[in-house]
């Protein structure tokens, strides 16, 4: 239950060639606290509820707890959630043994692409493709419930 991720800017569209799939995300909070973020994700035709505890000090690490839950489910949660809904498409990109998930970001933060690769340990090695550019993972303003109450375009 503990997800271990960084994150990355990512430096050009050269990914969407590698990518195998590309699933549009739809996901609102319930909360946005840092110490408890609980968020409600429609990813393609599933549904999810999913809550995130405070992250590491590196910002690499944290507890998650991820449901599925259906999507009539989730599109009656959705209106509940606090304002500022996250809308993107998440490329899936096959890299070594690992799988990076690129996000573009759509809306008040269309402009953003950036990546994720989730690891078994802070110190993993993995292959890092030419167009993943500077790591954000401890910069919050790229967590996705920032975003939802602080967009990309109003920077």
Known sequence: ????????LVRNEQFKAES???IPIAQGYLSSVPERTVRVRIKGNQGFLTIKGKSSASGASRLEW????TV??????????????????????VSGQH???VDVFEGE?????????????ENETYLKPEWLGEEVTH???????????HPF???
């Open 139 to 149: 910069d919050k303003r790229y967590y996705n419930a920032y975003l939802s109450q």
């Open 99 to 101: 799988i990076i998930e």
């Open 153 to 155: 375009q109003l920077w």
């Open 66 to 69: 991820e449901k599925e839950i």
């Open 72 to 93: 009539a489910e989730a599109q009656l949660l959705l209106p509940l959630c606090e304002k500022g809904t996250i809308q993107k498409t998440r490329y899936e990109v």
């Open 1 to 8: 239950m503990i997800e271990i991720e960084r994150k990355f």
């Open 20 to 22: 195998r799939a590309a």
């Open 109 to 121: 933060n269309a402009g953003l692409i950036l990546a994720e690769i989730e690891l078994q340990s």
